[in-house]
C-alpha cells in the first residue's frame, strides 16, 4: 500500500471521526469509489493531464455533490487538486481498515462447505468477538465445497482450519 494511500486515508478518517460519521462516509467513499472504478470514460478524464482542474472538479460537483456528505466531497476535491484521484480505490482500502480499527471492528471470513444458517454465523461471530474483545464483528461468507464439512476462519493474517479436509490433510501428515 503505497504511503500516500494511508496519508490521506488518515486524515479523511479523523474528519470523519470528528463529523462522527465513520460509516457513512465509509459506505459513501465506497460507492464513489465504485463509480470510479466502473466507468472508464470518467476515470480517463479524472486522470487526464490535458483536462484542466477545474473542469474535474466540475465533474465531481455535478456528480456527487447532492449525493454525499460534505466532508467527502472536499475530499474529492483535495484529491483533484493534488492529482492524487487515481489512488481513490487504495485511499479506500486504507480508509476501511483504519475506520475499523478506531471502531475496534473485527473482520473476518468464514468459509464453509455448505450454506450456513444465521444463527450459526451469529455463534461463530459471537464467539470471535469475545475473544478479540471487538465491539463488532463484520463476517465475509465464502463457500468452498472442497473443504467437505467444517469451516475456515480467516482473521487478518490468521487461518483457523475446523475443516474436514483440513483435518485430514493434518492425518495425512502425521502418517507420514
Request: proline content about 2%.
Amino acid at each position: 500500500m503505497p504511503l500516500v494511500d494511508k496519508r490521506y486515508a488518515e486524515a479523511l478518517v479523523e474528519i470523519a471521526q470528528m463529523a462522527n460519521a465513520i460509516d457513512e462516509i465509509r459506505q459513501q467513499l465506497t460507492e464513489v469509489k465504485d463509480i470510479y472504478e466502473s466507468q472508464q470514460e470518467l476515470r480517463l478524464l479524472l486522470n487526464n493531464p490535458k483536462v484542466k482542474i477545474d473542469a474535474k472538479k466540475g465533474v465531481i460537483n455535478s456528480l456527487f455533490s447532492k449525493h454525499v456528505r460534505p466532508e467527502v466531497l472536499k475530499f474529492l476535491l483535495l484529491l483533484i487538486d493534488n492529482d492524487r484521484i487515481k489512488h481513490l480505490p487504495g485511499i479506500n482500502d486504507e480508509f476501511i481498515k483504519l475506520a475499523d480499527i478506531k471502531q475496534n471492528t473485527l473482520n473476518m471470513t468464514i468459509i464453509s462447505a455448505t450454506e450456513l444458517d444465521e444463527s450459526h454465523i451469529t455463534k461463530i461471530k459471537e464467539k470471535y468477538r469475545k475473544i478479540y474483545n471487538a465491539a463488532r464483528v463484520r463476517a465475509n461468507l465464502e463457500i468452498d465445497k472442497s473443504l467437505i464439512g467444517g469451516i475456515m476462519l480467516k482473521i487478518g493474517d490468521k487461518v483457523i482450519d475446523g475443516s474436514v479436509k483440513g483435518r485430514l490433510e493434518s492425518f495425512k501428515e502425521l502418517l507420514n
